[in-house]
């Protein structure tokens, strides 16, 4: 039996009523129909590329066989894909938490969207029919030689990558002139005055940014050089394509294309964060405010989601020895930020408070797990002498795994309920919760385990066709994939079931 | 050194205790309700002092671990044997037989995508690797202080025969 959910009083999408309240209804409903597109196609499109996922690990299990250049051309559609879904959800997200906090052209959006999902469609037509598959970090000068597809077929991929970054850029732009149109200056949205004069900052009566605004700032700032590099790396290798006597520095090549993966990879989380930010809070039913230690960890996020990169070059000895020194103590500065502001924060907001456990709050809740446990994996990865004996072991696949599918994706299905639960006044059965937890977390567990014993056994990462003990790692591992997707699936049941539901919440 | 079966347990026992905190912190929920103001004094002591032990665990990790870095344990070698390998889609061209206790670097290039030179020991167990990368040649130090069959297995993606792109060599 569904549950009546007594609204808290004091925040909506961490704004005050008043502030919402400022939009015309058409404009608010005109927002959330924009976001919900974009949250809705980053959804649709994960669910798409999890079937692929498990079909690939039903390959490696020896379930079924379709041989490896099918393999390696869903590798490649798998891993961009899932990377465009999250932030494809993520950046509607985060573009309506901001529209609720300033102006922001829809049309401006609109193209932005539009483009991401024309570089999506080149991107599958470069794979299905097409064939390429050089995985999506497409390592220069892979794309171009052994090649077991046509050259169109690079140039489709290239130019949909570069269609996403252009995309993306976009958005970033967008988002950056909004928090710099409502706070003044980018000193103001970086909220120097509130860090280095904060007695004259607040007895001026102002405001610093909300949480969620500097988890903007910091997904543009960081968003516009990514997208630069994935257009540097994207001409630079079309020009090979159409003049191959135009010769690459392979290394250049490499530092440019982890550049660009680690850090979008990485800004999906963060830009969930803004739901973190408001969703705890409210369901917890606590305020929570900017201070001065969350403001300095975003900066510190802003330079450290940039710099760690460097650990993907760890087994490139030729790479200069002071940028592996880099990474190391970078990737470990990069969890600082994280578990010591707004994991911790998190947890403080959640103690001892009247928390409603719903299946929002519960996919939050367990993103941040999630996040957490899968950055336990990545700093142990990025130890030096451990990634010794994990580099491209399946051990890279387990973390990220963890906190994009344990992290971003809670993050991003307890956004959806979140909303749901607010259109409808209602959440979900004790029983559903039970079911969908028990079917998704345990699942998901039995997944990734997966990858983390056979990494920690030396298992290479993307072969179509393991050596032992991987089979049979994967074989269980498959069926948790299974079990947690049945357990998406009824969950995609119960959003459909309150999102059809008559509105009799606040958000009606 | 295999480090691989030690980071398996070490991950186990940091995740577990993470999770068990985060649940605990759930299940506080069902406690008697406090003021937030009543929790947020001793969270923000327990803050400052959480944020100092990772500052020095994390300094302290780094310090530990550059000793372990593999990148200039080949320069130190000057006695060593140096043995060439040029990676190529999808063989690894290698000596059948290489030398028990004796300080070897391999000298590992490709001649055409980036590889992976990954050598696991007899029991499959991943030794060492490091990247074969065209136009540049990679040292990597190992010391086979066992003997036996030692198999090379690529680590980077190359291509369609990527899983199948490995070599095997006698250690005696």
């Given at each position: 039996m569904a549950q009546t959910i007594v609204h808290d009083t004091h925040a909506t999408h961490g704004l005050a009523h008043h502030e919402i309240e400022t939009l015309r209804p058409d404009d608010l409903r005109s927002a959330r129909r924009l976001m919900w597109i974009w949250v809705d196609t980053g959804l649709a499109i994960f669910a798409l590329m999890a079937i692929l996922g498990v079909t690939m690990r039903a390959e490696q299990a020896g379930w079924i066989s379709f041989g490896p250049d099918v393999f390696y051309s869903i590798l490649t559609l798998h891993g961009v894909g899932m990377i465009s879904a999250m932030a494809l959800a993520t950046m509607g997200g985060i573009w309506y938490m901001m529209r609720l906090e300033g102006p922001l052209?829809?049309?401006?959006?609109?193209?932005?969207?539009?483009?991401?999902?024309?570089?999506?469609?080149?991107?599958i037509l470069s794979v299905f029919p097409g064939k390429f598959g050089a995985a999506w970090t497409f390592l220069y000068p892979l794309p171009f030689i052994g090649a077991t597809w046509a050259p169109w077929a690079t140039g489709a991929f290239?130019?949909?990558?570069?269609?996403?970054?252009?995309?993306?850029?976009?958005?970033?732009?967008?988002?950056?002139?909004?928090i710099m149109q409502r706070h003044g200056s980018l000193r103001d949205a970086m909220g120097w005055d509130y860090i280095f004069h904060n007695r004259a900052f607040t007895e001026a009566g102002k405001q610093p940014p909300s949480a969620q605004s500097f988890a903007a700032m910091v997904a543009s700032i960081d968003g516009l050089l990514t997208g630069a590099a994935g257009m540097v790396i994207g001409v630079a290798l079309l020009a090979h394509l159409f003049n191959p006597s135009m010769q690459i520095d392979p290394l250049w090549a490499k530092n440019v294309t982890y550049f660009f993966g680690h850090a979008i990879a990485n800004l999906t989380i963060y830009m969930a964060c803004a739901w973190v930010y408001v969703g705890v809070p409210r369901y917890a039913g606590r305020s929570y405010h900017t201070s001065v230690p969350l403001a300095v960890a975003w900066w510190g996020t802003l330079i450290f989601v940039l710099l760690a990169y460097f650990h993907h070059l760890y087994m490139d000895f030729a790479q200069a020895q002071a940028l592996q020194y880099m990474g190391e103590a970078f990737s470990y500065m990069s969890a600082l930020p994280t578990v010591v502001v707004t994991i911790f924060s998190c947890l403080m907001l959640v103690y001892r408070s009247k928390m409603r456990w719903t299946l929002g709050s519960i996919f939050i809740y367990t993103g941040l797990i999630g996040w957490v446990v899968g950055g336990i994996g990545a700093l142990l990865d990025a130890s030096i002498p451990f990634n010794n004996n994990l580099h491209n072991t399946l051990w890279v696949p387990a973390h990220f795994h963890t906190y994009l599918l344990g992290g971003v994706l809670l993050f991003v299905l307890g956004f959806v309920f979140m909303m749901l639960e607010e259109r409808t006044g209602k959440s979900s059965a004790p029983a559903l919760r039970w079911l969908v937890g028990t079917l998704v977390?345990?699942?998901?567990?039995a997944f990734l385990l997966g990858f983390y014993v056979a990494g920690a056994a030396?298992?290479?990462?993307?072969?179509?066709?393991?050596p032992a003990p991987g089979p049979h790692v994967a074989s269980w591992a498959t069926v948790g994939a299974i079990v947690m997707l049945i357990g998406m699936a009824v969950a995609l049941v119960e959003g459909i079931r309150m999102a059809t539901r008559k509105p009799q919440g606040r958000l009606s | 050194m295999a480090r691989g079966p030690l980071v398996l347990p070490l991950f186990l026992v940091l995740a577990a205790l993470a999770i068990a905190v985060m649940i605990g912190i759930a299940l506080s929920t069902r406690a008697s309700t406090l003021e937030l103001s009543a929790v947020q004094g001793r969270a923000y002591a327990l803050r400052r002092w959480w944020l100092s032990a990772l500052v020095v665990v994390f300094a302290a990790l780094f310090a530990i671990t550059i000793p372990s870095f593999p990148y200039l344990k080949a320069a130190e070698l000057t006695t060593a044997k140096h043995v060439p390998v040029t990676a190529v889609q999808f063989a690894f061209p290698i000596p059948a037989v290489l030398p028990v206790n004796t300080p070897i670097v391999f000298d590992v290039t490709s001649k055409d995508v980036n590889h992976g030179f990954g050598?696991?020991?007899?029991?499959?167990?991943?030794l060492a690797q490091v990247q074969a990368m065209p136009d540049y040649v990679n040292h990597l130090a190992v010391n086979?202080?066992?003997?036996?069959?030692?198999?090379?297995?690529?680590?980077?993606?190359?291509?369609?025969g990527h899983a199948y792109m490995q070599a095997t060599f006698e250690v005696r």
């Open positions: 052209d829809e049309r401006v959006a609109y193209w932005a969207y539009g483009f991401i999902m024309a570089g999506v469609a080149a991107v290239l130019i949909g990558m570069m269609l996403v970054s252009v995309g993306w850029s976009i958005w970033c732009v967008q988002l950056l002139g909004c977390f345990g699942g998901m567990a030396g298992v290479p990462r993307r072969y179509a066709i393991e | 050598i696991y020991d007899p029991e499959n167990r991943l086979f202080t066992e003997p036996g069959k030692y198999t090379v297995r690529c680590m980077e993606f190359c291509g369609v």
